[in-house]
């Protein structure tokens, strides 16, 4: 008799456990994520051109192809150089004191523009037009490597400067993305 009661007693349980199980009701829910992507691009310069790099001769161009740049764009994109100089030498290398970097006397500028270019079109531009020097597509962590040519003539008018004085021009390239 007690051998049917604790059968009867476990049946009892194990019912109300299977019941209470079968009553219990999961739950789920999910989260939608919706994400958009901005255009974004970097430039990055592998060296600068340094103050004794171009040596002017009157009469002559004098160029150098010693600085390079690579871009990582999500979109098309171009490059665009410019003078950080704004104001009356605007494109043109101005006569400046070394080392205070601050506009030497007289505050004059060489008479022809400085050009630049890149190595994929070979035309100089001259840097007071603002040229877009470089047009590409979209580059993901671009490995390429490309050249920034910049090229100056030197005039016989142009005057020679004394010492601690030099001609300089600060390019700056800015790189865009395009719809």
């Avoid at 005039?155 to 700056?172: E, F, G, H, K, S």
Wanted: net charge negative.
């Amino acid at each position: 008799m007690m051998k049917n009661r604790l059968l009867i007693l476990i049946l009892i349980v194990s019912i109300l456990a299977l019941s209470h199980g079968a009553m219990a009701t999961g739950a789920s829910t999910y989260a939608e994520l919706n994400a958009t992507q901005t255009a974004a691009i970097q430039i990055t310069a592998s060296t600068n051109v340094t103050t004794t790099a171009l040596t002017l001769t009157p009469g002559q161009d004098t160029a150098d192809s010693s600085t390079h740049y690579y871009i990582n764009s999500s979109t098309p994109w171009q490059v665009v150089a410019s003078d950080q100089n704004a104001g009356t030498h605007t494109g043109f290398m101005v006569n400046y004191t070394y080392p205070a970097v601050t506009i030497g006397s007289p505050a004059t500028n060489l008479t022809a523009p400085f050009m630049v270019n890149s190595d994929v079109d070979s035309s100089l531009k001259n840097l007071y037009n603002l040229p877009t020097i470089h047009v590409g597509a979209a580059a993901e962590e671009s490995t390429t490597r490309y050249t920034l040519s910049i090229s100056q003539h030197a005039n016989y008018a142009d005057p020679v400067l004394p010492t601690n004085n030099y001609y300089r021009i600060v390019v700056l390239l800015t790189a865009t993305n395009l719809p």
